[in-house]
């Protein structure tokens, strides 16, 4: 699948992308070096533009990566509890899938804090593809979906402020440029 189309259909038509992604044969390694490391290049690379720090973005981009792996294994360990079952590949894709819009929204990083509406459309759009896709990668059954969703989120949440601090160390300098905006948020 040609990666700009597959990102149109994510982002105009995800309920029946879900389906298709659903079916498709996928490994961690595919995953990865097929949509993931180049999607959540974006937002680092456009804060290399605007920020010029490259500490600063390969530590965003590291930070991407480990926390996609580790999301989906929380929600791969989560699902049984939600009536859905274990299938690692499958919680990747709904990770990583799910994330698509919110990397895309990197690039508004070049705005800095302006571009912090973007993202946090970007946000709700992912939780709503998420919920989507969640039944259909045998995740949760379509009636826990909506808690099941919630209870992603806010593993996440926490997920998301253990890796800030975990990477504290190597963005907190550049994190004082107001060009940074939501990224490190």
């Known amino acids: 699948m040609d990666l700009v189309e597959r990102i149109k259909q994510v982002l105009m038509d995800p309920r029946k992308t879900w389906v298709t992604i659903a ?28 920020v010029h720090s490259v500490q600063l973005a390969i530590a965003l981009y590291l930070r991407s990566l480990i926390v996609t792996f580790v999301l989906a294994l929380v929600v791969d ?14 919680s990747l894709k709904l990770v990583a899938y799910s994330f698509t819009v919110v990397w895309l929204a990197g690039i508004f990083n ?44 806010l593993c996440a949440i926490v997920l998301f402020f253990l890796a800030r601090f975990a ?4 963005i907190a300098a550049p994190a004082m ?9």
């Open 177 to 185: 440029h107001p060009a940074v905006g939501m990224s490190l948020r």
């Open 77 to 90: 360990t989560l699902a049984p509890s939600f009536g859905g079952t274990k299938d690692f590949i499958a």
């Open 23 to 50: 079916t498709e044969p996928a490994s961690v390694q595919g995953l990865y070096t097929n949509w993931i490391m180049i999607l959540a290049a974006i937002g680092p690379l456009a804060l290399l533009l605007s």
């Open 110 to 153: 070049l705005a800095g804090m302006l571009g912090e509406l973007a993202g946090l459309i970007a946000i709700v759009y992912t939780l709503y593809t998420f919920y989507l896709g969640a039944p259909l990668l045998n995740r949760a059954t379509p009636d826990k979906t909506v808690s099941f969703t919630l209870v992603v989120v």
């Open 167 to 170: 990477f504290a160390g190597l």
